[in-house]
């Protein structure tokens, strides 16, 4: 009996062995694990910034599920979703930051930013509004709501929004290139490519810079240097088709009308959607004495719903619901 005791005694010590904790070692975990998810959200950070993206958003997400509550790391992963285009994924990381850090100016102003990307205006500006509020030395919270008042039509907010943002800001590039679009807006030409210019040199290279200054360049007569910027953007693989009609526009004031007619067969090949190279590729063709080819022109433009070409058949009575090329209705 005895024997047992002793038996019955040692399994009782075992069990509490397992159990019970050794005191402190609770917190301990749990700061293995805070130290843990520092480790991760580092290696994310040196991933992204080197553009890895895929590693980046591997590493963050490690830390986040090792860290629930480290709303930087939700920043940082939401970056990442923002570069991937997965913009669903980016509002919910920063929603979580701005449940974390509601007086995180910079945390409102990132989700703006992605709002505005999926066309979510009043959003974007309810928290680009809030960004201003808790810090009004913000500059890309001025610029991203310079952007949403471009897109609203509000082009004097915009430019006034722009020039806070560059006062904050000298070399932000993003707020030089909204105030330039809302120049071009306005008609105000060679205040547009001034901004333009400036955008360029503080680093900023989007397709949609060359091709806006393109346009203006045009406007103001530049014809080589508005044929220079489309073939940039040409080249860069984005907005290729309009590129295309916009630098054969430019080679028709040259006088260079095949030149014309080949950018504008380029876009249709690249797009062969955009009525409005049909349309041009028509002008082109009439100059040209090809007239049939012309109509076939306007006829496709029309049956892609084009409503001024369908206006201009119909008021010279011609069909082109069948696709075909006959005259007159049906």
Known sequence: MLKGRYVAIS????ACLIACPRPGGAQEGAADQVEQAEKWYLSGMQFADGGEWDK???DLTRAVDLNPHASRAYMERARVYDVLERYDDAIGDLTRAVEMNPRAAAVFANRGAVYFKQGKFTEALNDVNRAIVLDPRDSEAHTTRAAIYLERGRYEDAIIDT???IRLDPMNARAFYNRGAAHCARGA???AVDDFDDALSFGMTDAALYFKR?????ELGRNNDAIRDFTQVISSGKLVDNAYINRADVKLRKGDAEGALNDLTMAIEVNGRNTQAYLNRSVVLSELDRFDDALKDIKTAARLE???AQRYLKSVDVEWKDGGLSHGHK
Do not use: F, P
């Not at 399994?11 to 075992?14: E, H, N």
């Not at 393109?214 to 045009?218: I, K, R």
């Open 11 to 14: 399994i009782i010590v075992l």
């Open 56 to 58: 980046a958003l591997h």
């Open 163 to 165: 020039a806070r943002a």
């Open 189 to 191: 030409w060679s205040h």
């Open 214 to 218: 393109g346009c203006a360049l045009t």
């Open 306 to 308: 084009n409503e001024k």
